[in-house]
């Protein structure tokens, strides 16, 4: 009786491990991703090389502790506060690379290619207008996230990353951190965003709950700062 149980307790042990697998894949948006094992013992963090970005927007964590997508004169939320986009514009304010400005001169150039009506106080605060313009004035980059991109450490520090629209919610935005999770098989970066309590790190890159639309790199940035 008793070895019926303990092989009575395996099958149940397996069943629930291929139930929470199956589920996790069905729930993720992003197809043919790459993730450590949740068996693998070995997967550890570590911190690669960073960025400039990447330091500029760490400096924002425990300083903007509010998300906050309201309509400003002049544009600019509260320091303490702000969306999404409010951290990337910060973090590459601070290495003076001024978005509002490049974004809003593109905009007039090219109204067309925006969705929606010029208005200086929230242009680059909209996730879809900062997109469009990266992929018009930074470099694009492969948004592939199975094993062998990861193996080729195509996501940088830095980098900028965006997502499409959570069904009932919003558009996403995000910067590459330099700090990765690795299985000896590959490193998979976490990312630093704002999505609903103020700046943060987390490894939600392959788990955001919506399908990475864009991956973008600024070559305009001093690194040797």
Not at 82 to 97: F, P, S
Not at 105 to 131: H, S, T
Not at 132 to 144: G, K, V
Request: with cysteine; aromatic share 10%; hydrophobic share 35%.
């Amino acid at each position: 009786m008793k070895k019926k149980n303990i092989i009575l307790s395996f099958i149940v042990v397996i069943v629930a491990l291929f139930v929470f697998l199956a589920l996790n894949s069905k729930n993720s948006s992003n197809t043919n991703y790459y993730k450590p094992s949740i068996l693998d013992t070995n997967v550890k963090i570590e911190y690669l090389e960073s960025h400039p970005l990447v330091e500029s927007a760490k400096k924002q964590i425990g300083v903007v502790t509010k998300y906050d997508s309201s309509y400003y004169q002049g544009g600019y939320p509260p320091d303490d506060s702000g969306a999404c986009t409010d951290l990337v514009e910060r973090a590459l304010r601070d290495n003076g690379y001024l978005l509002k400005d490049l974004l809003d001169k593109d905009m007039r150039e090219n109204p067309g290619l925006y969705p929606q009506d010029f208005d200086a106080n929230i242009n680059f605060r909209r996730v879809r207008n900062v997109k469009i313009y990266l992929a018009r004035q930074a470099e694009s980059l492969s948004t592939c996230t199975s094993l062998d991109c990861f193996k080729q450490d195509l996501w940088q520090a830095g980098d900028i990353v965006t997502y499409e629209k959570i069904p009932g919610g919003l558009w996403h935005i995000a910067i590459i951190s330099n700090k990765v999770t690795s299985d000896g098989l590959a490193r998979v970066p976490y990312i630093i965003h704002n999505h609903g309590q103020g700046a943060v790190e987390n490894n939600l890159l392959l788990t955001w709950p919506a399908k990475i639309s864009g991956h973008y790199r600024i070559n305009d940035i001093d690194l040797s700062s």
